[in-house]
């Protein structure tokens, strides 16, 4: 089991950036009135930031950046390490990563790469710099993530174009010899590779003329090969069997339990999904905020987002204690224990 | 467990419908009001109440509400 603890490290500030534009489900107009009621009470989610055509992820994670570091009186020449998580990187290649180390101007000496995940990504992104940073000494690092779903969801495919917004997000992350250790529990199921999927345009299916052929898959769910696929059924039931198994692991790790937790961040999948799992944990529900109804599902930047959106003034006034949990696409799912520090938090920025 | 409960306790979380209208033998997916949003509802309650995951396969082969109400019996410990 991946339970492991990485000291001296810090959240110093976190900000999040979605596009100005915003739809609304009420008004999707392939479900009848009834369906989207039952849409908005199933899955929470009732308005969503889209992107113009050609905004990329990092655009709003620059965005956040360029405030933050401000906010936050960094110097770009002190940033020694910059990750983006991210399943819309801008290009096939180079990593994004490495033009944001320029366009942010950002030493040379920065190291910069980027990591391909989505829902799991803040606990997993969190490990791989805070893991860096301590060992090697590495003082100021930016952890960037989020994805822009909108472009690659059908907007004729009921079951996954009304669930996601689009988002990006930045984490300043500071090494701190008073940092009490954070604690993770990381894991991984290739089995389920298929459940979320983008089938083609990657080395195993490449591009083609097929690729842009769009199918009906059902009633209400029309996309192509390049569209995002999604099960909700088998995604739904590995999250309420597998989540909660691994938080328990990880209170045993820690020496925790739910009573130690002033907050329960999740990855911001699904209302219904989320609230078995929190019941499952036995949180009271003063202690798990959502941010789903006002942004869907926003990948690797919802739990970012849910804490500058909805616990600002908390995380921002005092050290709390909180449990962050990501689970989904992979099917990658890990959680991470920590003892905060207050954290400058701006309020979300829109691009 | 027997029927007559599960079947109240599926009425309460479809609130759309109105009681009664659930019988063992009513084929779910043939109500007005069935969508796959319903199908989730499903699996989560029978996950709470009874400790049992359903998955994607067994809803396909269930067609009834007595059909679901008998896999979940032979899998509750």
């Known amino acids: ?351 | 467990m027997n029927i007559e409960e599960f079947i109240e306790k599926l009425e309460e979380e479809f609130d759309e419908l109105e009681p009664g209208t659930l019988k063992p033998e009513t084929s779910f997916r043939d109500l007005d009001e069935w969508s796959s949003m319903h199908a989730l509802i499903i699996i989560a309650l029978i996950d709470t109440e009874y400790d049992v995951t359903l998955n994607g396969d067994d809803l396909r082969a269930a067609s009834t509400v007595e059909d679901i109400f008998n896999i979940v019996k032979t899998r509750v410990a």
Not at chain 1, 158 to 178: C, H, N, Q
Not at chain 1, 217 to 239: K, M, P, Q, T
């Open chain 1, 1 to 351: 089991m991946a339970c492991f603890s990485i000291p001296n490290i810090r959240i110093k500030g976190i900000a999040a950036a979605v596009p100005q534009q915003e739809v609304s489900n009420w008004d999707y107009e392939k479900l009848t009135e009834k369906e989207r009621r039952m849409l908005v009470k199933t899955t929470g989610v009732e308005k969503r930031r889209v992107a113009p055509k050609g905004m990329a992820t990092s655009d709003l994670c620059f965005e956040a950046a360029e405030q933050l570091l401000e906010k936050l009186e960094w110097q770009k020449e002190d940033i020694q390490i910059l990750i983006f998580l991210s399943q819309s990187r801008d290009y096939y290649l180079p990593a994004t990563s490495i033009i944001l180390q320029d366009r942010l101007g950002l030493s040379k000496s920065c190291l910069a790469f980027d990591i391909g995940l989505g829902c799991s990504g803040y606990v997993y992104g969190l490990s791989v710099i805070g893991s860096m940073m301590a060992t090697t000494g590495l003082k100021k690092g930016l952890l960037m993530m989020g994805d822009i779903s909108s472009a690659t969801c059908s907007p004729d495919d009921k079951s996954t174009y009304p669930l996601f917004g689009d988002a990006g997000t930045v984490s300043a992350i500071e090494l701190d010899a008073d940092a009490p250790p954070m604690h993770f529990n990381l894991k991984s199921d290739g089995s389920g590779y298929e459940a979320i999927i983008i089938p083609d345009g990657g080395i195993r299916n490449l591009v083609s003329e097929q690729s842009f052929e769009v199918k009906q898959i059902a009633d209400g769910i029309e996309r192509c090969n390049l569209n995002l696929a999604l099960d909700g059924v088998d995604v739904f039931n590995f999250s309420i069997t597998q989540v909660h198994p691994s938080i328990r692991e990880l209170y045993e790790f820690a020496n925790t339990n739910t009573e130690h937790y002033d907050y329960f961040l999740m990855h911001q999948a699904n209302k219904l999904m989320n609230e078995t799992i929190r019941k499952k944990l036995k949180f009271e529900p003063e202690k798990v905020p959502y941010s789903i109804a006002k942004y869907g599902n926003t990948s690797s930047a919802s739990i970012p987002l849910t804490i500058v959106s909805e616990l600002s003034d908390e995380v921002s006034s005092k050290p709390l204690s909180l449990l962050l949990s990501g689970f989904g696409v992979g099917l990658s799912w890990g959680a991470v224990s920590i003892e905060t520090a207050p954290i400058v938090c701006l309020p979300v920025i829109e691009v």
